[in-house]
Protein backbone atom coordinates (compact mmCIF):
# COMPACT_ATOMS: atom_id res chain seq x y z
CA UNK A 1 0.00 0.00 0.00
CA UNK A 2 1.80 2.92 -1.38
CA UNK A 3 1.94 5.61 1.01
CA UNK A 4 3.24 9.46 0.48
CA UNK A 5 6.39 10.40 2.19
CA UNK A 6 9.25 12.55 2.45
CA UNK A 7 11.89 10.05 2.43
CA UNK A 8 14.22 9.83 -0.54
CA UNK A 9 12.06 8.72 -3.48
CA UNK A 10 9.14 9.49 -1.70
CA UNK A 11 8.13 12.74 -3.54
CA UNK A 12 8.38 11.74 -6.74
CA UNK A 13 5.54 10.49 -7.50
CA UNK A 14 1.93 10.65 -6.64
CA UNK A 15 -1.53 8.61 -7.53
CA UNK A 16 -4.89 9.31 -6.56
CA UNK A 17 -6.60 7.57 -3.52
CA UNK A 18 -8.79 5.89 -5.96
CA UNK A 19 -6.06 3.87 -7.67
CA UNK A 20 -4.42 3.20 -4.32
CA UNK A 21 -7.68 2.09 -3.32
CA UNK A 22 -8.74 -0.43 -5.36
CA UNK A 23 -4.95 -2.48 -5.84
CA UNK A 24 -5.64 -5.49 -6.62
CA UNK A 25 -2.56 -7.70 -7.36
CA UNK A 26 -1.39 -11.51 -7.50
CA UNK A 27 2.14 -11.74 -5.98
CA UNK A 28 4.88 -13.90 -7.89
CA UNK A 29 7.30 -15.92 -5.83
CA UNK A 30 10.74 -15.12 -6.19
CA UNK A 31 13.56 -17.05 -5.98
CA UNK A 32 14.46 -15.34 -2.86
CA UNK A 33 16.33 -17.68 0.03
CA UNK A 34 13.83 -16.22 2.85
CA UNK A 35 10.47 -17.07 0.61
CA UNK A 36 7.98 -18.91 2.54
CA UNK A 37 6.17 -21.79 0.98
CA UNK A 38 2.79 -21.79 0.03
CA UNK A 39 0.32 -23.51 1.81
CA UNK A 40 -1.84 -25.79 -0.43
CA UNK A 41 -5.56 -27.31 0.58
CA UNK A 42 -5.82 -30.53 1.08
CA UNK A 43 -7.32 -33.03 -1.39
CA UNK A 44 -10.51 -34.86 -0.95
CA UNK A 45 -10.52 -38.55 -0.68
CA UNK A 46 -12.11 -41.07 -2.68
CA UNK A 47 -11.65 -39.38 -5.68
CA UNK A 48 -9.61 -39.91 -9.10
CA UNK A 49 -6.93 -37.39 -10.13
CA UNK A 50 -9.34 -36.41 -13.11
CA UNK A 51 -12.24 -35.82 -10.68
CA UNK A 52 -10.08 -33.82 -8.35
CA UNK A 53 -8.55 -31.45 -11.00
CA UNK A 54 -11.92 -30.82 -11.61
CA UNK A 55 -13.55 -29.68 -8.75
CA UNK A 56 -10.30 -28.36 -6.59
CA UNK A 57 -9.95 -25.36 -8.21
CA UNK A 58 -13.63 -24.51 -8.11
CA UNK A 59 -13.91 -25.22 -4.31
CA UNK A 60 -10.94 -23.29 -3.16
CA UNK A 61 -11.69 -20.57 -4.73
CA UNK A 62 -15.31 -20.63 -3.29
CA UNK A 63 -13.83 -21.42 0.46
CA UNK A 64 -11.07 -18.52 0.21
CA UNK A 65 -13.89 -16.19 -1.07
CA UNK A 66 -16.09 -16.91 1.60
CA UNK A 67 -13.73 -17.24 3.98
CA UNK A 68 -12.70 -13.44 3.09
CA UNK A 69 -16.25 -12.42 3.64
CA UNK A 70 -17.53 -13.24 6.33
CA UNK A 71 -13.96 -13.37 8.22
CA UNK A 72 -13.24 -9.66 8.55
CA UNK A 73 -9.92 -10.73 10.50
CA UNK A 74 -8.96 -12.74 7.68
CA UNK A 75 -5.42 -12.02 6.71
CA UNK A 76 -2.46 -13.33 4.49
CA UNK A 77 0.06 -14.64 6.82
CA UNK A 78 3.55 -16.40 5.98
CA UNK A 79 4.42 -20.17 6.19
CA UNK A 80 7.65 -20.96 7.68
CA UNK A 81 8.43 -24.92 8.32
CA UNK A 82 8.13 -26.21 11.92
CA UNK A 83 11.14 -25.55 14.14
CA UNK A 84 13.62 -28.62 14.37
CA UNK A 85 11.91 -30.14 11.06
CA UNK A 86 13.84 -31.63 8.28
CA UNK A 87 12.36 -28.55 5.82
CA UNK A 88 13.65 -25.80 8.21
CA UNK A 89 17.05 -27.68 8.79
CA UNK A 90 17.28 -27.75 4.74
CA UNK A 91 16.30 -24.22 4.04
CA UNK A 92 19.19 -23.13 7.45
CA UNK A 93 21.77 -24.79 6.30
CA UNK A 94 21.02 -23.61 2.50
CA UNK A 95 20.71 -19.54 3.33
CA UNK A 96 23.94 -20.27 5.59
CA UNK A 97 26.07 -21.63 2.80
CA UNK A 98 24.63 -18.89 0.46
CA UNK A 99 25.39 -15.92 2.76
CA UNK A 100 28.84 -17.19 3.19
CA UNK A 101 29.63 -17.73 -0.60
CA UNK A 102 27.86 -13.63 -0.76
CA UNK A 103 30.25 -12.43 2.05
CA UNK A 104 33.46 -14.67 0.79
CA UNK A 105 32.95 -12.67 -2.99
CA UNK A 106 32.81 -9.10 -1.13
CA UNK A 107 36.28 -10.12 0.71
CA UNK A 108 38.21 -10.70 -2.28
CA UNK A 109 40.51 -7.81 -4.11
CA UNK A 110 39.07 -6.86 -6.43
CA UNK A 111 35.17 -7.39 -4.38
CA UNK A 112 33.43 -10.56 -6.82
CA UNK A 113 29.64 -9.09 -7.29
CA UNK A 114 28.39 -12.12 -8.77
CA UNK A 115 26.22 -13.14 -5.95
CA UNK A 116 25.19 -9.49 -4.88
CA UNK A 117 24.29 -8.39 -8.48
CA UNK A 118 21.66 -11.36 -8.54
CA UNK A 119 20.34 -10.22 -5.58
CA UNK A 120 19.72 -6.89 -6.52
CA UNK A 121 17.91 -8.37 -9.93
CA UNK A 122 15.45 -9.97 -6.97
CA UNK A 123 15.29 -6.92 -5.04
CA UNK A 124 14.46 -5.30 -8.20
CA UNK A 125 11.92 -7.17 -9.48
CA UNK A 126 10.25 -6.63 -6.20
CA UNK A 127 10.46 -2.95 -6.17
CA UNK A 128 8.68 -3.12 -9.53
CA UNK A 129 5.95 -5.36 -7.55
CA UNK A 130 4.88 -3.08 -5.63
CA UNK A 131 4.02 -0.27 -7.65
CA UNK A 132 0.48 0.56 -9.40
CA UNK A 133 0.08 1.47 -12.51
CA UNK A 134 0.25 5.52 -11.70
CA UNK A 135 3.46 5.03 -10.36
CA UNK A 136 5.37 5.94 -14.13
CA UNK A 137 8.29 8.17 -12.33
CA UNK A 138 8.49 5.92 -9.42
CA UNK A 139 9.19 3.20 -11.89
CA UNK A 140 11.58 5.03 -14.26
CA UNK A 141 13.91 5.54 -11.21
CA UNK A 142 14.25 2.21 -10.16
CA UNK A 143 14.95 1.18 -13.93
CA UNK A 144 17.54 3.71 -13.88
CA UNK A 145 19.72 3.16 -10.54
CA UNK A 146 19.11 -0.79 -10.84
CA UNK A 147 19.94 -1.20 -14.22
CA UNK A 148 21.84 -4.61 -13.93
CA UNK A 149 23.84 -3.88 -17.16
CA UNK A 150 25.45 -0.55 -16.16
CA UNK A 151 25.97 -2.45 -12.92
CA UNK A 152 27.54 -5.19 -14.45
CA UNK A 153 29.46 -3.12 -16.50
CA UNK A 154 30.48 -1.21 -13.27
CA UNK A 155 31.15 -3.94 -10.99
CA UNK A 156 33.55 -5.11 -14.10
CA UNK A 157 35.71 -2.31 -14.18
CA UNK A 158 36.01 -1.63 -10.55
CA UNK A 159 33.74 1.37 -10.83
CA UNK A 160 30.55 -0.15 -8.80
CA UNK A 161 29.24 1.94 -5.61
CA UNK A 162 27.08 -0.74 -4.32
CA UNK A 163 26.92 0.80 -1.11
CA UNK A 164 25.01 3.62 -2.79
CA UNK A 165 22.64 1.56 -4.70
CA UNK A 166 21.63 -0.24 -1.70
CA UNK A 167 20.87 2.67 0.04
CA UNK A 168 18.89 3.50 -2.66
CA UNK A 169 16.96 0.36 -2.36
CA UNK A 170 16.22 1.51 1.48
CA UNK A 171 14.98 4.74 0.63
CA UNK A 172 12.19 3.27 -2.19
CA UNK A 173 11.23 0.70 0.48
CA UNK A 174 11.04 3.55 2.72
CA UNK A 175 8.65 5.16 0.36
CA UNK A 176 6.55 2.02 -0.44
CA UNK A 177 6.46 0.15 3.00
CA UNK A 178 3.01 0.83 4.90
CA UNK A 179 3.64 2.96 7.78
CA UNK A 180 3.57 0.52 10.37
CA UNK A 181 7.05 -0.89 8.92
CA UNK A 182 9.16 2.26 9.01
CA UNK A 183 10.50 1.64 12.24
CA UNK A 184 12.11 -1.47 10.49
CA UNK A 185 13.49 0.94 7.53
CA UNK A 186 15.09 3.05 10.11
CA UNK A 187 16.87 -0.51 11.80
CA UNK A 188 17.76 -0.84 7.99
CA UNK A 189 19.40 2.31 7.70
CA UNK A 190 21.41 1.96 11.16
CA UNK A 191 23.18 -1.15 9.30
CA UNK A 192 26.29 -0.56 8.02
CA UNK A 193 28.22 -3.65 7.21
CA UNK A 194 26.94 -4.96 3.62
CA UNK A 195 26.26 -8.29 3.97
CA UNK A 196 23.92 -8.18 7.11
CA UNK A 197 22.09 -5.44 5.36
CA UNK A 198 21.50 -7.46 2.55
CA UNK A 199 20.49 -9.95 4.66
CA UNK A 200 18.15 -7.96 6.61
CA UNK A 201 16.20 -6.01 3.27
CA UNK A 202 14.49 -9.70 2.72
CA UNK A 203 12.29 -10.51 5.63
CA UNK A 204 11.66 -6.47 5.42
CA UNK A 205 10.95 -7.01 1.60
CA UNK A 206 8.48 -10.21 2.66
CA UNK A 207 6.71 -8.51 5.21
CA UNK A 208 5.63 -5.60 2.69
CA UNK A 209 4.22 -8.42 0.28
CA UNK A 210 2.36 -9.60 3.02
CA UNK A 211 1.06 -5.51 3.44
CA UNK A 212 0.36 -5.67 -0.07
CA UNK A 213 -1.35 -9.03 -0.12
CA UNK A 214 -3.62 -8.32 2.60
CA UNK A 215 -4.17 -4.69 1.52
CA UNK A 216 -5.66 -5.86 -1.77
CA UNK A 217 -7.99 -8.50 0.04
CA UNK A 218 -9.32 -5.45 2.18
CA UNK A 219 -10.24 -3.61 -1.09
CA UNK A 220 -11.78 -6.60 -2.68
CA UNK A 221 -13.47 -7.68 0.42
CA UNK A 222 -16.88 -4.89 -0.58
CA UNK A 223 -16.96 -6.10 -4.45
CA UNK A 224 -16.61 -9.61 -2.98
CA UNK A 225 -19.51 -9.63 -1.20
CA UNK A 226 -21.70 -8.03 -3.40
CA UNK A 227 -21.59 -10.58 -5.40
CA UNK A 228 -20.49 -13.71 -2.61
CA UNK A 229 -23.81 -15.09 -2.14
CA UNK A 230 -24.56 -15.95 -6.55
CA UNK A 231 -20.75 -16.70 -6.76
CA UNK A 232 -21.13 -19.12 -3.55
CA UNK A 233 -24.03 -20.49 -5.38
CA UNK A 234 -22.71 -21.52 -8.65
CA UNK A 235 -19.76 -23.03 -7.41
CA UNK A 236 -21.33 -25.52 -5.17
CA UNK A 237 -23.73 -26.62 -7.81
CA UNK A 238 -20.56 -27.10 -10.23
CA UNK A 239 -18.87 -28.92 -7.24
CA UNK A 240 -22.18 -31.01 -6.91
CA UNK A 241 -22.50 -31.34 -10.61
CA UNK A 242 -18.94 -32.76 -10.75
CA UNK A 243 -19.31 -35.07 -7.63
CA UNK A 244 -22.51 -35.67 -5.97
CA UNK A 245 -21.37 -38.73 -2.98
CA UNK A 246 -24.38 -37.28 -0.57
CA UNK A 247 -24.80 -41.36 -0.64
CA UNK A 248 -22.61 -43.51 -1.32
CA UNK A 249 -24.02 -44.48 -4.84
CA UNK A 250 -24.92 -40.79 -6.01
CA UNK A 251 -28.09 -39.63 -7.16
CA UNK A 252 -28.02 -42.26 -10.12
CA UNK A 253 -30.20 -45.33 -8.57
CA UNK A 254 -31.43 -43.61 -5.35
CA UNK A 255 -35.19 -43.72 -7.13
CA UNK A 256 -35.84 -46.43 -9.25
CA UNK A 257 -38.68 -48.20 -8.45
CA UNK A 258 -38.65 -51.26 -6.35
CA UNK A 259 -34.76 -50.41 -5.01
CA UNK A 260 -35.17 -49.42 -1.69
CA UNK A 261 -37.75 -52.23 -0.96
CA UNK A 262 -36.16 -54.90 -2.47
CA UNK A 263 -32.88 -53.70 -0.54
CA UNK A 264 -34.97 -53.46 2.88
CA UNK A 265 -36.04 -57.15 2.53
CA UNK A 266 -32.22 -58.01 2.25
CA UNK A 267 -31.92 -56.34 4.80
CA UNK A 268 -34.58 -57.55 7.18
CA UNK A 269 -33.99 -61.14 5.80
CA UNK A 270 -30.32 -60.82 7.27
CA UNK A 271 -31.73 -59.20 11.05
CA UNK A 272 -34.62 -61.84 11.55
CA UNK A 273 -32.38 -63.37 14.04
CA UNK A 274 -30.77 -60.45 15.54
CA UNK A 275 -32.90 -61.15 19.24
CA UNK A 276 -31.63 -64.66 19.04
CA UNK A 277 -28.31 -65.39 21.31
CA UNK A 278 -26.36 -66.96 18.91
CA UNK A 279 -26.95 -63.28 16.56
CA UNK A 280 -23.45 -61.52 15.83
CA UNK A 281 -23.79 -58.37 15.25
CA UNK A 282 -20.69 -58.14 13.20
CA UNK A 283 -21.00 -60.93 10.86
CA UNK A 284 -24.26 -59.84 9.79
CA UNK A 285 -23.28 -56.67 8.92
CA UNK A 286 -20.72 -57.72 7.34
CA UNK A 287 -22.69 -59.73 5.11
CA UNK A 288 -25.14 -56.45 4.74
CA UNK A 289 -22.61 -54.68 3.15
CA UNK A 290 -21.73 -57.36 0.53
CA UNK A 291 -25.10 -58.22 -0.15
CA UNK A 292 -25.54 -54.48 -0.76
CA UNK A 293 -22.82 -53.92 -3.19
CA UNK A 294 -23.96 -56.82 -5.03
CA UNK A 295 -27.90 -54.94 -5.41
CA UNK A 296 -26.15 -51.63 -5.94
CA UNK A 297 -23.43 -52.91 -8.62
CA UNK A 298 -25.91 -54.99 -10.21
CA UNK A 299 -28.20 -52.09 -10.71
CA UNK A 300 -25.92 -49.64 -11.84
CA UNK A 301 -24.40 -51.86 -14.52
CA UNK A 302 -28.23 -52.71 -15.33
CA UNK A 303 -29.27 -49.24 -16.15
CA UNK A 304 -26.49 -48.12 -17.72
CA UNK A 305 -24.65 -45.66 -14.96
CA UNK A 306 -20.53 -46.01 -14.09
CA UNK A 307 -19.74 -49.18 -12.54
CA UNK A 308 -19.99 -49.07 -8.14
CA UNK A 309 -16.08 -48.89 -7.69
CA UNK A 310 -13.72 -50.38 -5.19
CA UNK A 311 -13.66 -47.34 -3.20
CA UNK A 312 -17.29 -46.44 -2.93
CA UNK A 313 -17.41 -50.25 -1.80
CA UNK A 314 -15.38 -49.84 1.11
CA UNK A 315 -16.88 -46.82 1.74
CA UNK A 316 -20.46 -48.54 2.25
CA UNK A 317 -19.27 -51.50 3.86
CA UNK A 318 -17.61 -49.22 6.57
CA UNK A 319 -20.37 -46.85 6.88
CA UNK A 320 -22.45 -50.53 7.66
CA UNK A 321 -20.35 -51.98 9.55
CA UNK A 322 -19.73 -48.79 12.13
CA UNK A 323 -23.30 -48.27 12.60
CA UNK A 324 -22.44 -51.00 15.86
CA UNK A 325 -20.52 -48.14 17.51
CA UNK A 326 -22.62 -45.95 20.36
CA UNK A 327 -21.12 -43.18 19.17
CA UNK A 328 -21.37 -43.58 15.37
CA UNK A 329 -22.63 -40.04 13.96
CA UNK A 330 -25.19 -41.65 11.51
CA UNK A 331 -26.77 -44.10 14.84
CA UNK A 332 -26.89 -41.19 16.73
CA UNK A 333 -28.74 -39.13 14.56
CA UNK A 334 -31.68 -42.02 13.28
CA UNK A 335 -31.74 -42.87 16.80
CA UNK A 336 -32.52 -38.89 18.08
CA UNK A 337 -34.66 -38.53 14.78
CA UNK A 338 -36.90 -41.96 15.92
CA UNK A 339 -37.21 -40.91 18.95
CA UNK A 340 -38.79 -37.50 18.10
CA UNK A 341 -41.53 -38.88 15.63
CA UNK A 342 -42.23 -41.26 18.42
CA UNK A 343 -42.76 -38.35 21.28
CA UNK A 344 -44.36 -36.35 18.52
CA UNK A 345 -46.75 -39.05 18.14
CA UNK A 346 -47.92 -39.77 21.71
CA UNK A 347 -48.07 -36.02 22.06
CA UNK A 348 -50.60 -35.77 18.89
CA UNK A 349 -53.01 -38.65 20.57
CA UNK A 350 -53.09 -40.54 17.24
CA UNK A 351 -55.02 -37.99 15.54
CA UNK A 352 -52.87 -37.19 13.11
CA UNK A 353 -49.40 -38.98 12.25
CA UNK A 354 -46.76 -36.17 12.89
CA UNK A 355 -44.06 -34.96 10.08
CA UNK A 356 -41.46 -37.85 9.45
CA UNK A 357 -38.03 -36.27 10.34
CA UNK A 358 -35.58 -36.31 7.22
CA UNK A 359 -33.73 -39.71 6.21
CA UNK A 360 -36.54 -41.70 7.71
CA UNK A 361 -39.11 -42.16 4.59
CA UNK A 362 -37.59 -45.63 3.37
CA UNK A 363 -38.64 -47.18 6.45
CA UNK A 364 -42.18 -44.61 7.48
CA UNK A 365 -44.73 -47.47 6.94
CA UNK A 366 -42.32 -49.91 9.33
CA UNK A 367 -42.03 -46.50 11.81
CA UNK A 368 -45.62 -45.83 12.01
CA UNK A 369 -46.33 -49.26 12.60
CA UNK A 370 -43.81 -49.08 15.72
CA UNK A 371 -45.50 -45.64 16.76
CA UNK A 372 -49.08 -47.17 16.89
CA UNK A 373 -47.97 -50.45 19.20
CA UNK A 374 -46.36 -47.71 21.30
CA UNK A 375 -48.75 -45.56 21.46
CA UNK A 376 -51.22 -48.36 22.51
CA UNK A 377 -49.15 -49.40 24.94
CA UNK A 378 -48.40 -45.70 26.80
CA UNK A 379 -51.74 -45.18 26.50
CA UNK A 380 -53.09 -48.47 28.20
CA UNK A 381 -49.82 -48.28 30.67
CA UNK A 382 -51.85 -44.78 31.78
CA UNK A 383 -54.58 -46.46 32.22
CA UNK A 384 -53.42 -49.03 34.93
CA UNK A 385 -51.15 -47.00 36.29
CA UNK A 386 -52.18 -43.18 36.42
CA UNK A 387 -53.35 -43.00 40.42
CA UNK A 388 -50.29 -43.92 41.50
CA UNK A 389 -48.45 -41.64 38.77
CA UNK A 390 -50.80 -38.91 39.93
CA UNK A 391 -49.84 -39.59 44.25
CA UNK A 392 -46.30 -39.88 42.96
CA UNK A 393 -46.23 -36.18 41.14
CA UNK A 394 -48.59 -34.70 43.75
CA UNK A 395 -45.99 -35.94 46.60
CA UNK A 396 -43.60 -34.09 44.81
CA UNK A 397 -45.14 -30.78 44.36
CA UNK A 398 -45.69 -30.28 47.87
CA UNK A 399 -42.44 -31.38 48.41
CA UNK A 400 -41.20 -28.48 46.15
CA UNK A 401 -44.19 -25.84 47.85
CA UNK A 402 -42.47 -26.66 51.43
CA UNK A 403 -39.29 -25.88 50.20
CA UNK A 404 -40.56 -22.83 49.22
CA UNK A 405 -41.92 -21.45 52.24
Same mark, same amino acid.
Given at each position: #????? *?????????????????????????????????????? @??? =???????????? =????????? /??????????????????? !????????? +???????????? !??? @????????????????????????????????????? $??????????????????????????? &????????????????????????????????? #? +??? #????? =????? @?? $???? &?????? +??????????????????????????? *?????????????????????? !??????????????????????????STNRQSILKGQISAVTLPDNA?????????????????? &???????????? $???????? !?? /?????????????? =??????????????????????
Open positions: #MPKDS *DKPGGGEDRTDSSEQSHSKRVWRGTPSPHRGNTPQSSP @PRF =VSAEELMETAKG =VTNMALAHE /IVVNTDFQVKPSEPAEGSL !EKRVKDIMH +KAFWDVLEGQLS !ENP @PSYNHAIKLLAEIKETLLSFLLPGHGRLRGRIEEVLD $LSLIQQQAENGALDISKVVEFVIGMMG &SLCAPSRDEEIRKLREITDLVPLLKAIFPVMDK #M +KLD #MANFA =VSSIR @PH $LLQQ &SVEYER +KKFQEFVEKQPMYNTTGEAISGLPGLM *DRLKRTIGVLLTEMHMPSFIAD !EALATIGERMCVELSGRLSEHGFSPFIRRLIGSRIQTYLLAFLE &SSHRSAPTLPGG $LAPVSKEL !EE /IAMKFGRLVHFNKL =VYSPFYQKILQEIVQEGESNDT
